[in-house]
């Protein structure tokens, strides 16, 4: 016996068929629009469906029901309360019911690769997608479950929502006038690369970029914009002392730079690779406490880092504040 579920074009659809030895009933259930059941669920109503099924077969000795969904298969065995619940414990009432009636049935369940060509799998695929675009088995061959409304799934709306959210957060993003600024850093802002970016760094380092990238650090330029010192300029270049400057031209660094060089390549010579490739960013970091540049302001510089490096004897330059 096969089973599948299936979205198709905003339909969330499920089936079970009886494969082997040749092809048998199947039952087929639309669940409802993919804004408010997940396919998760119809993986789930699938299972009920098989031993629906089985309930015609009390003769049977064997059965096999086979799924390509391993989360709906490790769902039958966990106890804590999870999506769609409701759903496993109707399977396990189910199978509880089986048990009385048909009490010489062996039953199995076993994980099948999707789309494999395996031809039970392609078939309820296909009764299942045909359940996705509105074909349904008739009320009283259903499951008790199904013969009323499913309640609406949390998890979808919770998508539903989240798939409408992003497109209107871009598009009031792209209206700031921090996207002009934040786009030289991160073109693709805001995305989900970006936030990776951010997070998968320890707190302390996302800090330091979050400052690098808003451009709101200890330099110069950004303590001349908020008052807090006389000039903006760079004290060794006469320069302003922008976050561009301090990564990729100020010459009282050109040593720690040259080591950035030999670890990252050419990506030393890009703000928008030091600032946002994840491969770049520890060996930035690592130029950043060389330079010791921030050293009593962001305590970067000292013996937190992974790989200690050596301490600079001709600098002993600190924050101007
Ligand atoms: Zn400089």
Redesign the pocket.
Known sequence: MFSDGSGLNSGIGTAAVVALPLEGPHLQFLLGKDTTHTVFESELIRILLALHLLCRYPWAKMALIALDNQAAIAALTNRPKQLGQYIVDAIHKSLCTLRRTHPRMRMHVEWTPGHSKIAGNELADAYARAAAEGARSPLPELPWLLHCRLPTSVAAIKANRKWKLIPAWAAKWKQLPRHAKMSCVDPSLPSHKAYRTLTDQPRRDTSILMQLWSGHISLNMFLNKIRAFNSAL?P??A?P?SVS?FLLH???YTSQRRRLRYKVGAAATYVLWLLSEAEVIPHMLHYIADTRRFDKYLHVGSNELCCPLPKSTDNTETIND
Do not use: L, Q, T
């Open positions: 760079c060794h270049c320069s002392e400057h100020c010459h009282r």
